[in-house]
């Protein structure tokens, strides 16, 4: 009777670490607090605060340039906060590789406003500007199970202060 016990509590811990497993591997990554379609509504993304979830992060960032590689990115991520006392144009230099997503974009918000525009939101390279009046400004990621490797930089001119928001936190 002992060793009866003894085998049917073994046998819930192996079917207990079988379940964990079995539902890290379903999730994949996928969190029930972020959808899809989040990413087009521009009060979520122009929401305060970060929320969001990687399997892998690796990369740099600083003021004026970040270069990382994602896996499994679902949310939205403060890169920059961009400050303005000038109406100005914030060159800038893009390149999105290997990008696998349901949903990715990089988007920048006007605080004041709420305004949402759209940086880029394909897989392709590009060169422009950012376009600010005076006021405070958030240079986000934005995505839903997305995965591949961004590199961005900023040629900020006088009169806009970035603030990289991205590396502090790791």
Excluded at 78 to 107: G, H, Q
Excluded at 118 to 123: A, D, I, K, N, Y
Excluded at 138 to 167: C, E, H, N, T, W
Aim: charged fraction near 20%; hydrophobic fraction near 40%; aromatic fraction near 10%.
């Amino acid at each position: 009777m002992l060793r009866m016990k003894s085998y049917r509590g073994m046998f819930l811990v192996c079917m207990l670490v079988v379940l964990g497993f079995s539902c890290s591997l379903v999730a994949d990554g996928h969190s029930s607090r972020y959808s899809r379609q989040q990413c087009g509504d521009p009060f979520w993304i122009s929401q305060v605060g970060d929320s969001y979830t990687y399997q892998v992060r690796r990369g740099s960032a600083d003021a004026s340039s970040i270069d990382i590689e994602f896996k499994g990115f679902s949310g939205r991520d403060t890169v920059w906060e961009l400050i303005s006392n000038c109406n100005v144009m914030v060159p800038y230099d893009l390149v999105v590789s290997d990008l696998r997503a349901s949903e990715f974009k990089v988007v920048l918000v006007n605080e004041a406003t709420g305004e949402v525009v759209s940086v880029v939101q394909t897989r392709e390279n590009q060169q422009d500007y950012l376009v600010l009046v005076p006021g405070r400004y958030k240079v986000k990621l934005v995505g839903y199970a997305a995965a591949g490797q961004l590199s961005m930089r900023l040629d900020v001119p006088l009169g806009v202060i970035a603030v990289d928001r991205f590396s502090d936190r790791w």
